[in-house]
């Protein structure tokens, strides 16, 4: 969404404005920018996908979508996407969304409590002032997660009725979770 945005797509313009107040850009505008970028060659050999689907609606149209266009039905193999759901507590989350800041000119990321930059506010590597993106305030951020808990937890729900949702231990240190999810998903390409 924020390369749309970013390159003012006729879908970014839509979506601009929804994002800047930390709303979720509707169905309508996600399906077009998801299914154009799952569409690119880049795309082929396998994707992740972050912050989608949020809701049963999404997971239930992008279902329908890699079946229809982007998997070979022919291949006995082939099977839908196994979905990873990070798991973090709510007072973790608030910590580090609140403490994101990210260097307007590289978009290098930090955090102000867990991975702060060496000058307080200034970017290690051009001195940059750091900002806050507006959906990383406290207020937007309590609104999110509770849109989280009304609409995407379902989804999780979809997804472990299906046995396609694996949960990771999200408070766990950066390496541990890559290790388990790229573990899962080994587990899965070869079984």
Known sequence: ????????????LRAKDIMARGELVPDELLYGMVSERLRQVDCQPGFIL?????????AGWLDAFLKAELFDNS???????????????YNE????????????T????????????????????????????????????????????????????YYERMGRLVNVDGSLPVDQVSERVLS???ARRTS
């Open 1 to 12: 969404m924020r390369e749309h945005v970013r390159t003012g797509t006729a879908l970014g």
């Open 50 to 58: 972050d912050g989608f689907p949020r809701t049963a609606a999404q």
């Open 75 to 89: 291949k006995p193999d082939n099977c839908l996407p196994v979905v990873m759901q990070i798991d973090v507590g």
């Open 93 to 104: 989350i608030l910590h580090r969304l609140a403490g994101r800041r990210t260097c307007p």
């Open 106 to 157: 590289c978009g290098r990321i930090y955090n102000a409590y867990l991975q702060p930059p060496l000058v307080d506010g200034a970017c290690d590597l051009d001195g940059s002032k750091l900002v806050t993106r507006n959906d990383d305030r406290e207020e937007v951020i309590g609104e999110r997660l509770r849109a989280y808990e009304a609409q995407t937890k379902p989804v999780a729900d």
């Open 184 to 186: 899962e998903l080994e």
